[in-house]
């Protein structure tokens, strides 16, 4: 469809992207939170329940496999999305969170008291509270990996951490606060001579990177639609089949059951034995339009285009007096996090977004990883396919303004 990158028929296919705040156009640069949707995800969603609304798996009439087939369409787009070798690994979630949860809840009942989680310092809240819970309630030790002050896993740190006593080892693939895109595949070969299950958080990746999970030869996956143009409420949890036949259901309920009775129940088969109750159908059937989208972009064409974001808004950002970059990798995605000598990113925000400028501030729940700088956050400038220079142009001279504001 798009032969050549062209970034203001993108924009049209965004509806949001068109309108003032506060008198001014809105450049909307908290990508990393969220992403807005094209129009073929809006319009999905009203006709699905226009014409198809009812529920799945269960019903012989017309709408009932309707709706079955559009939600199965979608569980077969992501496996190809991240190159998964069976639909049976594909596990519909409610977002990268409840995927995490999810595996820490079954997987992690095999933990032992003694045994060690390995994360990152880097992580999202989301990869660290559901391990610290488990390891508190199994007497086992979760362990941070140290970075370096360019936001950088530290290799070396992390090669002695490892340890027969470690069993599961849980990283960020790209980091939401400082856009690092980390040796994953190095460092899942290195935790699996150490006889650890590898958990990829690819939360923030999936949109940027393409995804290859063989190839990676991650154990679990985990991502969410709405950072990929999709609808909210959607996840996937990409877990190897030998693994997740292993493990125990998650919740109880309908759909994830076989037969049940007062004195025995046995399981649905895969991946249906992960999805208790009524599913999200409606957003799920949607997010299948968002990885058509990006998939007819080609997300080799999406990278090389945000990079020349990312290189534009880095160069632009340093020329500004008394502003500093954090998390300066030398692989990363279009996420620039900063601060500016004297004043406050709360301040920041606040006064951007009177000029119609959207960035995040605060921890961007990565509060160990704040520490670890020591500071307490951030402004976050994180940059999709639909933004331009023009934008950056714009979010320089409102920092201009900022400094002027506080001089
Ligand atoms: C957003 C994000 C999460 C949490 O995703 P939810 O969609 O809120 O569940 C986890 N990790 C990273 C790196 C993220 O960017």
Known sequence: MYKVFDVAEIRKDFPILHQTIHGKPLVYFDNAATTQKPQSVIQALSDYYNEINANIHR?????????????????????????????????????????????????????????????TTMEHHSNIVPWQMLCEEKGATLKPIPINDAGEVILEEYEKLLSEKTKIVAIVYVSNSLGTINPVKQMIDMAHQHGATVLIDGAQASAHLEINVQDLDCDF???????????????????????????????????????????????????YKFEAGTPNIADTVAFKKALEYINEIGKPVISEYEHELLTYATESLQEINGLRIVGTAKEKISIVSFIVKGIHHQDIGIILDTQGIAVRTGHHCTQPLMNRFEIPGTSRASFAMYNTKEEIDKLVKGLHKVIKMFA
């Open 221 to 271: 996956y985990v991502f969410s639609s709405h950072k990929l143009y999709g609808p909210t409420g959607v996840g996937v949890l990409y877990g190897k089949k030998a693994l997740l036949e292993a493990m125990p259901p998650y919740q109880g309920g309908g759909e994830m059951i076989k037969d049940v009775s007062f004195t025995r129940t046995t399981y649905n088969e895969l991946p």
């Open 59 to 119: 019903g012989i009439h017309t709408l009932a496999e309707r709706a079955t087939a559009e939600y199965e369409a979608t569980r077969e787009i992501s496996r190809q999305f991240i190159n998964a070798s069976s639909t049976e690994e594909i596990i519909f979630t409610r977002g990268t969170t409840e995927g995490i949860n999810l595996v820490a809840a079954t997987f992690g009942k095999s933990l032992k008291a003694g045994d060690e989680v390995l994360v």
